[in-house]
């Protein structure tokens, strides 16, 4: 009898506890939040960003006055984000390009000029369609322009099929996951960190990477995406 009720209690606790940990995710794309979501400096969601049935979509082919106007990045509005840990998965169409960006602050001209970005890339089919060669911090996974994936680990899925991500960031270590897989940790604002921006792309960035608590956001980059399943939550 004593077992059957300490069994009992456990289950209670465990549930109580899962209930818990359930509540403190975010589920971006939700009823709940995807009112969240506008332009980058803009006030509502752009009309080639769409979420339905927690799925959101960027479509190229959607014609503003007969005319595709590129420049509509996306932030996630109702809260800033320090240390969190984001899971979510993306589809691109052959190609296909776009970002996720974090600690990212409005005021700016573009997004990449403060904000971290997780690259999204169709490698292959980018490769062949711009008959041109990256470098691997252009590819898919990369700390773009900072920190190259481990190629000897990624795992990418072609275009046309789903592929997840998630960013696990604190102050003391930052982890990229590409399908299951770790393909690249780094510690933000080491030294090795700011060698890397005073040498690289970001050189004459005085705003990249400074901000230490900012928006999600996700990027147009010219291409056609689909996100689903999007989560955070603070660590």
Sequence with gaps: MKK???????????????????????????????????????????KKWEITNNILTFDTDFKLENEYIKGSDIIFFKEEFGNFELHLEWKLPKGGNSGIFYHLKEGFKETSEVAPEYQILDDEGWEELNKAKLSPWQKAG?????????????????????????????????????????ILSFIPWSQDWYERKK?????????????????????????????????????
């Excluded at 209690?9 to 794309?29: P, R, V």
């Excluded at 709940?32 to 980058?40: D, I, Q, R, V």
Aim: net charge positive; with cysteine.
């Design 4 to 46: 059957i009720l300490l069994l009992f209690f456990l289950a209670i606790l465990f549930n109580c506890e899962k209930k818990s940990e359930d509540k403190e995710w975010i589920y971006l794309f939700s009823d709940k939040y995807s009112s969240y979501w506008k332009a980058y400096n803009g006030d509502t969601l752009p």
């Design 142 to 182: 990369a700390d773009y322009a900072m920190y190259s994936p481990d190629t000897e680990i990624k795992k990418l899925y072609p275009s046309g099929e789903w592929n997840s991500t998630k960013i696990i960031f604190t102050e003391k270590k930052v982890e990229y996951w590409l399908n299951e897989q770790k």
């Design 199 to 235: 040498n690289g792309k970001w050189k004459d960035s005085k705003f990249y990477g400074k901000f230490k608590k900012g928006y999600i956001g996700l990027q147009d980059h010219n291409s056609s995406i689909s996100f689903r399943n999007m989560k955070i939550r603070k660590l």
